[in-house]
């Protein structure tokens, strides 16, 4: 029986389906189940945790000696937990589960499962910081917490400092989010306001060994960034934080109880994060079990074995959304005019994550359907071409997509329909556009999360 495509495919007719086998191709590769289990592995009464191959850097655990504790973060932390449970079930002392909304599945005997607010943290995020540290607070010396954790988890777990509360952090990151901040630079502003970030999960579990299995959804990999870094040390300072802040004109409407903190801070009042070299978290070890990388390597290996000529832009596609989107349309018509780089029938991919900086009473879409409305307009009547902007979390902004597709009829339809590309992006509204016209990508939830895919393909014929 033939799968049925992913909801929003549909508009590429014939193509439909070798798109969205490219993009299951590219989920595949970076399935958390798989992931966490190609670097767990019991060996006798050794727990080693690291890559398979046998020159990769590992660490191991005697099971005799010492207690297993398992917590999971992000959107990926149910599945992500789940395979490491049924590596390690036997010598589990308590195990945590904290994602978001829709993200979780069927709850089992000795493990929690928590869900929380994203991309904003609420009440929730506080009570399951709570819980993290209290299952962390029970290891030992001679155990091995295993962090679980994915993109998502600088909302899902919060707990203010002193002096700043959740609705201060709650009006702070939507801020933040609407500015066009990089996850790098708001993440060094969290850092400096939360006891969770930058290192304080470690600090609850001292003196257990932490080990952190992680899903990559930043650019480059950067542990300190991934879910702010709760394991790892923060390289970032406040000044850094403070800059973050002026940078995008923030300073002065901050909430008092975040300016005195951030001030203190400055002034030396109050401590810095724990940085590189810090002894107290020596015994914290990490490891990146999958990216945008290896999705965006599969999905070019799944391109050829539908007979495209395919290849990498890029995997660190960023700035925003709205310029990415022309820069790859423009790649697009390269294609499809003068067969280059790759001939028709070509897949060009592209991997990363873009920002949006909001206006005043904006719409609603997220990066990847302002991305693919950008492109509108320039795919206008070239004949067999598509774009294909996708989140690989399955969300896109606060909307049920997770991404949006443009043909070379997308203009035509929306001139039909009496909307303007140009209007709707003016004003961020990409959802109402796209929802009108055609074309909104709906997988649901993905349980993986490594940043975005654009796929620009082209093909003999018109779609």
């Not at 989920?27 to 060996?43: F, G, I, S």
């Not at 959107?75 to 390690?88: G, H, L, N, Q």
């Amino acid at each position: 029986m033939t799968m049925r495509v992913m909801s929003g495919l549909e508009i590429l007719g014939p193509h439909a389906a070798p798109v969205d086998a490219v993009l299951r191709a590219a989920l595949a590769a970076v399935a958390p189940q798989a992931a966490v289990q190609a670097h767990l592995q019991v060996l006798g009464e050794t727990l080693r945790v690291g890559p398979r191959r046998a020159s990769g850097r590992a660490v191991t655990h005697d099971l005799r000696r010492g207690r297993v504790f398992l917590l999971g973060v992000g959107k990926a932390a149910y599945p992500m937990t789940r395979a490491a449970w049924e590596t390690v079930a036997p010598w589990v002392a308590d195990c945590l589960v904290v994602t978001k909304d829709g993200y979780a599945g069927p709850t089992w005997p000795g493990c929690t499962v928590l869900q929380a607010g994203h991309p904003v943290p609420d009440a929730r995020s506080l009570a399951a910081a709570h819980a993290a540290q209290a299952l962390l607070r029970r290891a030992g010396p001679h155990d091995v917490v295993l962090v679980l954790l994915s993109g998502g988890g600088s909302a899902l777990l919060t707990w203010p400092v002193p002096g700043v509360s959740l609705a201060d952090l709650q009006t702070l990151t939507q801020a933040l989010l609407a500015s066009g901040a990089t996850i790098h630079e708001i993440n060094a502003v969290r850092k400096h306001l939360d006891r969770v970030k930058g290192g304080g999960l470690a600090l609850w579990a001292a003196p257990a060994r932490v080990v952190t299995l992680a899903l990559s959804d930043v650019l480059g990999d950067d542990p300190s960034v991934i879910a702010s870094g709760p394991t790892v040390a923060d390289p970032s300072t406040f000044a850094e934080a403070w800059a973050v802040l002026a940078r995008y004109g923030l300073t002065e409407a901050l909430p008092p109880g975040v300016r005195a903190h951030l001030q203190a801070g400055l002034a030396g009042r109050v401590p810095e994060t724990p940085k590189p070299g810090d002894p107290r978290l020596q015994n914290s070890a990490w490891f990146v079990v999958g990216s945008v990388r290896h999705a965006a390597e599969a999905a070019a290996t799944a391109a050829r074995q539908q007979g495209w000529h395919a290849g990498l832009l890029t995997t660190t596609l960023q700035g925003e959304a709205r310029e990415a989107g022309r820069v790859l349309a423009a790649v697009l018509q390269e294609m499809a005019r003068l067969d280059r780089p790759w001939p028709r029938p070509g897949c060009a991919l592209a991997g990363g994550e873009t920002t949006v900086t909001l206006g005043p009473n904006p719409g609603r879409g997220g990066r990847n359907q302002e991305l693919a409305l950008a492109a509108v307009p320039l795919l206008a009547g070239l004949p067999g071409v598509a774009l294909v902007a996708f989140a690989t979390d399955g969300t896109d902004g606060p909307t049920d997509a997770a991404g949006a597709v443009v043909t070379s009829q997308t203009l035509a339809r929306a001139r039909a329909l009496g909307l303007d590309p140009r209007a709707h992006l003016a004003r961020h509204d990409a959802y109402a556009f796209f929802d009108q016209v055609g074309g909104l990508l709906r997988p649901g939830p993905t349980r993986t999360n490594v940043n975005d895919l654009v796929l620009l393909c082209t093909w003999r014929d018109e779609a």
